[in-house]
């Protein structure tokens, strides 16, 4: 019963995509979860030149780009998550603008030609650990999100960021059928902002990035939950207040605002201890910050991580 | 009739073995063909625990649907599918064992006893097994027939341990443990009915089912 499906079979020898992408509505066997999507084509992304290396890389075995292609969360697109691969499809990326506002001296629209030339490319290999229990190690393409926060000089009233994911409810689902309060937000301290490794990130896998993976940019905060890591940015705000975060509106008592990744802190309904890594067949151990400890545990030094979960 | 010749055929019987198969086979087939996905164990979980919800609400509709449809052959099915709910069931949770505790009593103790999901899941499978073991024509012999029924309705137990087990698991999406809530509520409603109907005017003996043979569930 228990086979482990080997890594590295190339793509083109796997189930054909809509094959795949089917089987949980076949399985199912029933209208609700057998929702539309848009033909997976496969997909050709576009190349990104002259990225540089990064040394917060980890030399860790990188996961398969098809699986962190088509293992999402992203609940607009659906709440399987193969389904996110077929729907977002849907999504326009192009034109797209960032809206940036808020405790700034320089409230500006950038336009995503002026965010990918904001600053120099680099490729950063991080793991990522969603708060479900598994984790995956992806070449992110981006910079760190400093850059921006730079160029638009936030003001002393700026102590926390906040994010905003693109809402079209004629493309996405509803708020009902995803269960969670739509346009999904997130936020950071500014601190945490302001983190090396916190990244804006415009591409994975040496090309940009596929709109299920958050397109055309996403923030990337390697030491939080993977839920922090916001898709598909369409407005980011500087706030003086801790701003509202989707997953604390939707169970404030199972997600916090840090959410920062934490062995010693157990989900209420699930142990935060371990972790399986996508490709791997028994479970792994879970680090503190997910292993980024050492650059990141200096900002919360004094906080009782229990209660700022 | 020939849809009742048909219900009693020997080869109806084997025909719906097999089909109660074709899951499993399903699985077996598509792991060896990279078609569990990213995830495959949780695909395996998933798809077993679903597997087992199903044939708990396909088990509990025997007899609604025989009494309602005046099909009595219909209960040639029942052990059969209840026994395959339990074989998902097994599957689903010796899944859980191995793969994601490792055989880890200490952590497997804690999350039984921590976790409500998993209490809950833990709950309805226990139950389980006392009725896959007496399961058997023996048994019901041993027992005798009320007692036998008495102990089988443990499986509304289950029945509704498996859909409070599949609500507290999910994050935020519910629709579809809620459709299955509403199943199991829609076949146990029926029993309840049924049994006021009985109780406020008690016909001599012969009600309910013929002699021998036992009803429960
Ligand atoms: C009769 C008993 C049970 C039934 C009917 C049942 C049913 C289900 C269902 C329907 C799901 C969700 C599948 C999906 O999302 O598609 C599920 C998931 C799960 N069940 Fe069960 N289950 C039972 C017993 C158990 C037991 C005994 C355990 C372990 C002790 C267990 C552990 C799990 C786990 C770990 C998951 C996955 C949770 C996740 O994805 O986070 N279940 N079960």
Sequence with gaps: MLIRRSPGIPPSEVTPKHLYLNRRSFLAGLPLAGAAFAAGSARAGTKLNGIAKSPFSTTEKVTPSNDVTHYNNYYEFGTGKEQP????????????????????????????????????????????????????????????????????????????????????????????????????????????????????????????????????????????????????????????????????????????????????????????????????????????????????????????????? | MPLKRILSSRWLKVAVFALCLVPVLLLVWKAFNGGLGANPIEFITHATGDWTLRFLCITLSITPLRKLLRLPELVRFRRMLGLFGFFYGCLHFLTWLVVDKFFDWNEILKDVVKRPYITAGFTGFVLLIPLAVTSTTGWIRRMGGKRWQMLHRLIYVTACAGVVHYYWLVKSDIRLPVFYGAIVAVLLAYRLVVSLVKSRKPLPRATGAAAGEPTAS
Excluded at chain 1, 292 to 297: H, N
């Design chain 1, 85 to 309: 691969a077929g729907l977002a499809q849907k999504l326009k990326t192009s034109p797209w603008t960032v809206k940036v506002e808020g405790a700034v001296n320089k409230p500006q629209v950038f336009d995503i030609d002026a965010i990918m030339k904001m600053a120099p490319l680099e490729e950063r290999i991080y793991r990522h650990r969603c708060v479900e229990r598994w984790s995956i190690v992806v070449p992110w393409i981006g910079f760190p999100l400093n850059e921006l926060i730079k160029k638009v000089e936030p003001t002393a009233k700026a102590k926390f960021v906040a994010f905003q994911t693109v809402f079209d409810p004629g493309i996405m689902l509803s708020e009902r059928a995803a269960g969670i309060q739509l346009p999904y937000v997130e936020g950071l301290r500014m601190d945490e902002a302001m983190h090396p490794l916190a990244i804006l990130c415009v591409g994975m896998y040496g090309e940009d990035l596929p709109k299920q993976d958050g397109a055309p940019v996403r923030l990337v905060v390697p030491w939080k939950y993977g839920f922090k890591s916001i898709k598909s940015i369409v407005k980011i705000k500087f706030v003086e207040k801790q701003p509202p975060t989707t997953w604390n509106i939707t169970n404030a008592h199972e997600y916090g605002f840090y959410s920062n990744v934490n062995p010693e802190v157990d989900h209420p309904r699930w142990s935060q201890a371990s972790e399986r890594r996508l490709g791997e067949f028994f479970m792994r151990k879970t680090l503190m910050f997910n292993g980024y400890g050492d650059q990141v545990a200096q900002l919360y030094s004094g906080m009782d991580l229990r209660k700022y979960y």
